[in-house]
């Protein structure tokens, strides 16, 4: 089941707090993540390589960018 | 996850930034900026409400060209490296008064949180209680962001929005162009020159431009962050932005000492004062105010650079909140707190607090 986390217009650190949430609810499987700054993109992709979670992708689409996170 | 595109942005990145900035103000203090002062974004925004004539403190008015600098740097950076995103609309007046008691706690101390760690990087004991109440203040605002608060989103808008904070900061330099500093004359037609203290100590303007400038780009890149380093310490327990803190307190410590500005101890510090309640007191009401509005004041600005229009509203709550210090005898002195100081303070964190206990929308 792939989850979604909406983080687009959210400041700092919002992003991180909402896909850190959402990686230990899952703990395992797929995380998308929307967010619309290049600071909350590495921000995301620090946090969820913390907790042993891979980038499996990052879309970028009219400023903005969905990134796929995996584990397990 | 080859460094995701961004150098400055990787540890080594953000170390090599902390250690840059940490030389640059010791030697913009030797250039001529004022004590302990080599870059302070409080500081220098209380210089530039003056120089602009909001406040009348004849010792603290001159428009700080590093300022400018990195506004339009952070401007320059976000467009060389395709990062410009104008947005603006997340709770912009809680933005302005946040900014506003900002700069309150930050005068009541005197110095936003680089000054703080310049001042304890050429010896002034009296840093380390602003420090300790930084710290509490963003301990506070971790809390607050744990049970919820935020601000709501930005919205996507036109880029001509990014643009108006640095169209605003071009605007201040024009007219210094226009209405330079007459030797020994605190005004010129419009703008105010401290021609004694603090704000008549700067570096050529041309040499505090151009490091301004250089060190937006530089900070925009890798999100240089001093509230963030200790938020995300104690919220993630990730020391990514403290790492290049504490190379800045480290280079700014060794440059201090080369250039013979280390001075130990407590008392006759430049531009400080011992009354340390309120050293502590006052940095607990700035940094609640940083971590509910997501950074600290350079942040603000670099995040205004490159378009975020709710960073703008920030700074200028700066600006202002520095003006009603001065004219409402609120700021500090190396004497000691201002009249209104310590009220002012309890009412800035009973706002802060009153902010984060109700600011908590689902997202």
Redesign the interface.
Known sequence: MSQTVDA???????P???T?EALQKSNQGQLTVLV????S??NV???A??QGWQ?AGVQEQG?EYRITLTKG | ?AA?G?IS?TRTGIIAVGAILGVLAPVLQKLGNPGNMGICVACFERDIAGGVGLHRAAVVQYIRPEIIGFVVGALISAYI?K?F?A?AG?APIVRFILGFFAMVGALVFLGCPWRALFRLAAGDGNAIFGLLGLVAGIGIGVLF?KNGY??G????TYAAVGWLLPLVMLGFLILMLLFPQIPDKELNTILFYSVKGPGSQHAPLLISLVLGLFIGIICQRS?FCTM?AF??LL??R?I?LLSGLIALLVTAFVTNLVLSQFKPGFENQPVAHTMQLWNFGGMVLAGLAFALA??CPGRQLFMAGEG?G?AAIFALGMIVGAAFSHNFLMASSPKGVGEYGIVAVFIGLIVCLGIGFTMRQK?
């Open positions: 687009r217009g959210l400041s700092c650190p919002q991180v707090l909402l850190l619309d700054t290049d600071t993109k590495e992709l620090r946090a390589a913390s980038e400023g | 996850m995701w961004n942005a490296f990062e995103r947005r997340s962001l935020n601000l989103r930005s919205q996507t999100r963030g938020r995300d919220l993630f990730q990514h997501g950074g975020d709710d997202i």
